[in-house]
């Protein structure tokens, strides 16, 4: 079955950096467009960026534009994004999530897998 395996968060303090990744199996990777969506408490889980099936185009929030970047490794069926210039509103949950049909993103309920989340924890 598919499966959706994100690791790399973590405690950090404002203004760090840090990379996600998003293993993905049971599934042809490269036939499928990623996003990363977060949920802090007490909040709606929101979008962050996407990116292609072949990860030519990608689009972002306005909120992480220009501090996070969202990559795929299609030979290692893995995404990432990488976020510096963390804040403390940055604080979430992180999950990646898997699309059909490869183009960039942004609405939640086209995506049809889903990780379980890393928690990401930006100390000010």
């Known amino acids: 079955q598919v499966q959706l395996v994100e690791s790399g968060g973590g405690l950090v303090q404002a203004g760090d950096s840090l990379r996600l990744s998003c293993a993905a199996s049971?599934?042809?990777?490269?036939?499928?467009?990623m996003g990363w969506f977060r949920q802090a408490p007490g909040k709606e889980r929101e979008f962050v960026a996407t990116?292609?099936?072949?990860?030519?185009?990608?689009y972002y929030a306005d909120s992480v534009q220009g501090r996070f970047t969202i990559s795929r490794d299609n030979a290692k069926n893995t995404a990432y994004l990488r976020m510096k210039s963390l804040k403390s509103e940055d604080t979430a949950v992180y999950y990646c999530?898997?699309?059909?049909?490869?183009?960039?993103?942004?609405?939640?309920?086209?995506?049809?897998?889903w990780g379980q989340g890393t928690q990401v924890t930006v100390s000010s």
């Open positions: 049971g599934m042809t990777f490269s036939s499928y467009a």
């Open positions: 999530a898997a699309k059909v049909w490869g183009l960039v993103e942004r609405r939640e309920a086209e995506y049809k897998y």
């Open positions: 990116i292609s099936w072949s990860g030519s185009s990608t």
